[in-house]
């Protein structure tokens, strides 16, 4: 669901990045997460890996690494805390490149130190990996599972949106709720995408947003 809302907002980045940096992309944190879907994560990778300027790079493969290598944790928790945050830094700042320090980590998160299988035997941290020394403990804690697609209201929302895409006209809305047995949803996933900016009315009609 969070894929056509990025097309949507890449688009306005893009006209805000001409309308307002002469089509430049800033480097600024302030600047970058004033951008329309541009967050935390986002602002630091660009900051990191298109400037080359000190920032903490925090994704799921990263803080899995900090947090087995350094705290003895299986798992990072859910929400990023003042705690992680400041150890992260630290680690940034320690290292000689930052920049170099985001794309290794990151890059040992997702080929070595993998959440299922972590190969420790080829990983650079092993001697010291505060997990690896205390024999592996599981915290239990696992991050929540998506819920099926398959019947789901993203399936009706995906299955509308490439009608769209395929269509050089405007789809009449009762061709699009008749797609499914199942009206009510397809009514709602139209309704969720009309409210998301993903489709626009046009009369008794559908049709994408550009
Ligand atoms: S030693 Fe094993 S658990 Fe520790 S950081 Fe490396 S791959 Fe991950």
């Not at 967050?39 to 400037?51: Q, S």
């Not at 320090?101 to 001697?127: D, F, I, N």
């Not at 998506?146 to 399936?155: C, I, K, L, N, V």
């Amino acid at each position: 669901m969070g894929y056509p809302r990025r097309a949507l907002r890449l688009h306005a980045t893009a006209q805000q990045i001409t309308d307002n940096y002469e089509g430049r992309v800033p480097s600024g944190e302030g600047e970058l997460r004033a951008l329309p879907g541009v967050g935390e994560y986002t602002a630091a990778a660009i900051r990191a890996f298109a400037f080359g300027l000190e920032s903490i790079v925090l994704d799921v493969n990263v803080r899995r690494v900090i947090s087995r290598a350094w705290s003895g944790v299986d798992a990072p928790a859910s929400h990023l805390s003042t705690v992680e945050r400041a150890l992260a830094q630290s680690l940034a700042t320690a290292a000689d490149d930052s920049s170099v320090w985001a794309a290794a980590s990151m890059e040992l998160g997702a080929m070595v130190c993998t959440k299922k299988t972590p190969q420790c035997s080829s990983c650079p941290l092993k001697r010291t990996c505060a997990w690896r020394t205390a024999s592996f403990p599981r915290s239990g804690a696992g991050p929540r599972r998506q819920s099926r697609y398959e019947g789901s209201d993203r399936q009706a929302r995906g299955r509308i949106l490439t009608v769209l895409r395929e269509s050089e006209t405007a789809v009449d809305s009762d061709l699009l709720v008749d797609m499914s047995t199942d009206r009510d949803q397809m009514l709602r996933a139209l309704e969720s995408l009309e409210s998301d900016g993903l489709v626009r009315r046009v009369g008794g009609a559908f049709a994408l947003p550009f």
